[in-house]
RNA sequence: GCAGCUGUAGCUCAGUUGGUUAGAGCGUCGGAUUGUGGCUCCGAAGGUCGGUGGUUCGAGUCCACCCAGCUGUACCA
């Protein structure tokens, strides 16, 4: 009758509801990291979900859509808010808000949820949450060798072994480098540095067959639909797929730092002088005439001598010149942690969950807010992301998290409410997770409550009961075990499995016993 | 954004060349069992067939447009 004009109950589009379960391993997971970046020095700092849209800056090189993606609302006195995207955009207006104030370098760390307004995907949302470190105030590169060798341990601290995660490093300088190399510098370019970068990012995704595609006239996907490309002559493709080479050889030997090696170089045979890092030989005989790929190539040098010789090796922070990242503020480092495993979903289809955080030096940030330049760096987490992962390969940090429900008082006469009240009480007086049914369904229905609420045992008074001072506790966990050896219903009945009748003054000694069992 | 595919019960799906009151399994709720979560049996609730318009005596079925979802691609601060 009234159903006509019911209102849908439906969430938002690119949202979810979280449930117990992932509430509880992502606290978890969180406290994992915090007590990693807490160990390495960093502090805590809170910023506000809504900043001033100018605040975020939108100073891509590609303003084409400025203000898309960002939900915006515009305040009572005109001016325009938005929520925030991420978590650096926020720290920058914070460390340049409070600079006199703060210890220099900063370090601090924060987490929260940011909010994109994007068309979502599979395990792409419009508000997801990140976990943010940053050191603001050094240009040494030994302030982004650390980042990554903290990002190395938070991957192990929530449970990932060594092989299952790698902390790729590489330096915007050497692919700006590239690009000068080909005669793509300038601001006339920007755009196709664009297209270019973009290209050389696709490279795990597409082949070289496919970037070099996309770096000339463009490529069509499996649906026919044309992508566009940058448009390059061969002379500059070639050049473009030599970077794409060094990459593509880093794949292959699966290995960046061989003690030594020979070399193709041109179809030339060189050999790299022991002790050489063959990537970045490679890079530097290939581009070694743009002085910024070599300032790059410098740097990373510098970043693997500085985490080597803290003992992180290959397996877990390693140099490959195919992390492109973000393309905007960046200006010198980047590193992005990648999951190497695979899992298959429950359609039984194979599952790269790939980067699950990345980040790098951005060293026009806060200082657009100062009249001083404040090189910093940082890196974010993708907590969703790494969550689902985690889940993915049962780890045992999410399994942990899983609290068993609360021991439920059955409530058989509904006039002494009070009493079963009573009898929660006494449990939670002792420390115990309890709560009297509050529903008004009969017995069956209380059994089946109990047990969907994952409760360890119940515990049932009657008059029967009551006038002798005693109550029924019932396992359920040893129950349903039991019942399986049952077959008729009668006997099922009868039997009442794993239940037991104590005196109500032995009710919280006897539920103990119980939820010591299944601990 | 672009391209392709798909929309029928809470979920997974049937539904014949257009033909009467749109079905099944699972799930949910109730009963058999008035005090026991499983099993078994019985029963019930639950649908504007994604929406709007059109063709037709008649549309879940055919046509147009719209909306939503999925996949790919683009973008991703």
Redesign the pocket.
Known sequence: MA???KLKARKA??FVDRGPGDVAATEAMLAAIRKVYEIYGFEAVETPLVEYTDA???F???QD?P????FSLQDDDEQWL?LR??L??PLARYAAENWTTLPKPYRSYRCGWVF???????G?FRQFMQFDADTVGTASVAADAEICMMMADAMEAVGLKRGQYVVKVNNRKVLDGVLEAIGLAGDDNAGRR??VL??I??LD??GPE?VKL?LGAG?K???????KGAGLDEAQIDRVMKFVGVVAYLDFMGDDDKPSSALLFDGERKEIEPGKHTVLEALSYYFGDSPKALDGIQELHQIETIVRAAGYASDRIRIDPSVV?????YTGPVYEAELTFEVPNDDGQIVRFGSVG?GGRYDGLVSRFLSEPVPSTGF?IGVSRLLAALKAISSPIVAAAKEPGPVVV?V?DRDRVGDYLALAKKLRDAGIRAEAYLGS????????????RG?PC?V???????EAGVV?I????????????????????AA????VEVAEADLVETVRAILARHA
């Not at 994109?116 to 599979?122: D, M, S, V």
């Not at 990242?325 to 503020?329: A, H, M, T, V």
């Open positions: 159903s006509e004009t589009r690119g975020l800056g939108k891509l090189p590609d859509r203000n898309e993606g960002v938005s995207y991420d650096t955009a994109r307004n994007e068309k979502p995907g599979p792409r664009l297209t973009r290209a990012d696709k995704k597409f496919g996309l490529r996907d499996e649906s026919g639909d044309f992508t990242r973000g393309l905007e503020y990345g974010s059955l058989m369904s009969g017995m069956k229905a209380q059994m089946k409550y109990a047990d969907r409760a119940v049932i008074q009657g008059s029967n009961e009551r029924q019932k396992d359920l966990i040893e129950g349903a075990k039991a019942a399986e050896t049952i077959a008729s219903n009668a006997e099922y009945k009442r499995p794993a239940q």
